[in-house]
Nanobody, 126 residues
Framework: QVQLVESGGGLVQAGGSLRLSCAASERTFSSYAMGWFRQAPRKEREFVAAISWNGDSTSYADSVKGRFTISRDTAKITIYLQMNSLKPEDTAIYYC???????????????????WGQGTQVTVSS
């Protein structure tokens, strides 16, 4: 079973930045799209950003466009989420995930992903 390990979360003031990382344990998944989702207390898990298997295609939730950037190191099977201009409403547990089919374009639904990390907490203070 593949393992996804997220890191980089923490506490930051509004307007600040954080960079999240997610590393997959198996090279098999280098040909799968990967994504980031988040879940705030008492809310459903929501899409944040996704990237294609080769890094050529990305997609973002409207709420983070222009502030967050997803990228991928294909050699390390690692994705990153650079988060700038953070707002208190960005506070959530952030999860990374691996897509369900090889070479499939990145999706925005949680059902497009089969494997999930344990999550990393991001807290933005006002």
């Amino acid at each position: 079973q593949v393992q996804l390990v997220e890191s980089g979360g923490g506490l930051v003031q509004a307007g600040g930045s954080l960079r999240l990382s997610c590393a997959a344990s198996e090279r098999t998944f280098s040909s799968y799209a990967m994504g980031w989702f988040r879940q705030a207390p008492r809310k459903e898990r929501e899409f944040v950003a996704a990237i294609s298997w080769n890094g050529d295609s990305t997609s973002y939730a409207d709420s983070v466009k222009g502030r967050f950037t997803i990228s991928r190191d294909t050699a390390k099977i690692t994705i990153y989420l650079q988060m700038n201009s953070l707002k208190p409403e960005d506070t959530a547990i952030y999860y990374c995930a691996i897509g369900s089919k090889r070479f499939r374009p990145p999706g925005a639904s949680r059902y497009d992903y089969d494997y999930w990390g344990q999550g990393t907490q991001v807290t933005v203070s006002s």
